[in-house]
């Protein structure tokens, strides 16, 4: 099994190839950018396994399997202790995919993991209103209205892309994982990240759980 190399102080991300330039995000963004990380995160103290989706906000698939599995995984993931984290990973023939996941981000900066979750059902539920529009901004504003983040910090958070660096981080991350499409999970040991894809999203929701299952019961090997 190929090992991926990912070290992660903070917001920088070395991997095992050639580095991609990235400008610092600005200090005032800083404490922004860690909690909409953190919001994207659920997981218990004792999850022994990770399991990162990585999506794609303009995928049609993402939504179908996103609607099909919203309680499953989440029952899936209390019974067998996952550290689960949704990942963004804007596919650019999609097109509107990294504007939406500004959207989600900066509505998790303020708003927290309700937040988070809110605008990431807003985003599926609504799809098709927004996936095709030239500028799908008035769009994404009000989904976030109606989920309670306050307006002003959330379109100043949006006109200066303050969460590109977090969008930038999980894409250098897909990379490296050789992930060529959405959704897909990766799976391994808390604490490891070893880059191979496990499962992708256009299967059978029993498909998904039976896979995740045997790979728990295999120390994810």
Known sequence: MRKLLVAVTGLLVLP??????QDPPHA???PLIQRADAARVFASETAQYTLDE??????TTCRTFQQMRADSLKAFIAEHDLHFTF????IPRLMRGFQAAEAAFCAAAFT??????????QLFRYHDVWRHELDPTPIFERFAEAVGVPM???RACVARDAMAPLIITDIRIAMEAEITGTPSFVFNLKGEFNGEVKFYGNQAMETFLDSLGQLSEGGGE
């Open 16 to 21: 095992a190839g050639p580095a991609m330039a």
């Open 28 to 30: 005032q963004d800083v």
């Open 54 to 59: 990585f999506i794609d906000f303009a995928c």
């Open 87 to 90: 990942r963004v990973y804007p």
């Open 112 to 121: 927290g993991q309700e937040g988070f979750i809110g605008m990431v059902d």
């Open 152 to 154: 002003p910090s959330y």
